[in-house]
């Protein structure tokens, strides 16, 4: 199976479960879902007009919509060749979740990586069963998607974008029947700005869940 792979680098896991963690990052071509504030909107579209070589992408720029066709084992023998030494292999996007993600991630695995999967939920999830999903719910985004109950039954951690109270309401809303007792859940304020940050403090101090801030922007790093 080929992946419309946009970029691979590696880097520090800057969020969630996982910060700080050297992590290699995969990020997939294409997303339908249109949040307003998407940092990565140069992967929302593959157009065939962008499509580059597999060495074009494998270089560190992600200013522009380019995307080239892999498929896992040259995508491993890639990484091998880069000489990168992270172990943890963060899959995100775009939205990975579009593709069938079984295949990519068991290669990995097989090769001696830990996969983590980043998706807004509104898709199924297909990966391996060692495959941590993180799941950041995208509630009443442009496209209008729902967010699945089987992704966030999937998930092993659930990374809530806040900035006002109706965030954390519709997260409630969206767990009314999902069980939380053996995930990680985390709220991330949406922008650097005291107002959201003291929000999703306040209530992760109230419900002991983990803040989880965009370390990789106060480090001005991707
Ligand atoms: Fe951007 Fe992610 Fe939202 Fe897609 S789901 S629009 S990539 S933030």
Redesign the pocket.
């Known amino acids: 199976m080929h992946y419309p792979v946009n970029e691979v680098f590696e880097t520090i896991q800057g969020e969630g479960f996982f910060t700080g963690v050297p992590a290699i990052f995969i990020r997939l071509q294409g ?1 339908p ?3 307003a504030w ?1 940092d ?2 140069h ?2 579209e593959k157009l065939p007009k962008n499509k580059v070589t597999q060495e074009q992408v494998i270089q560190v720029d992600g200013t522009v919509g380019r995307w080239c066709d892999m498929e896992p084992e040259a995508l491993i023998s890639q990484l091998q060749a880069k000489g990168f030494t992270a172990k943890h292999v963060v899959i995100t ?3 990975p979740c579009m593709y069938d993600l079984k295949q990519l991630t068991s290669e990995l695995e097989s090769a001696g990586y830990q996969c983590q999967i980043e998706t ?1 939920g509104t898709f199924e999830v297909n990966c391996s069963d060692r495959t941590w999903v993180t799941v950041s719910p ?1 509630v009443n ?1 442009r496209a209008g998607m729902e967010v699945r109950g089987d992704a966030l039954q999937r998930a092993d951690e659930i990374k809530h974008p806040v900035a006002i109270m109706r965030h954390v309401e519709e997260l409630d809303a969206l767990l009314e029947n999902i069980d939380i007792t053996n995930k990680v859940m985390c709220l991330q304020p949406i922008s650097q700005k005291p107002r959201a940050t003291e929000l999703a403090m306040r209530t992760c101090i109230d419900r002991n869940w983990r803040l989880s801030i965009q370390t990789h922007k106060y480090l001005a790093i991707d």
Do not use: A, F, P, Y
Request: a neutral charge; charged letters at 15%; glycine letters at 20%.
């Open positions: 997303c879902v249109g949040c998407c990565t909107q992967t929302w996007g775009g939205e807004s995208k985004m």
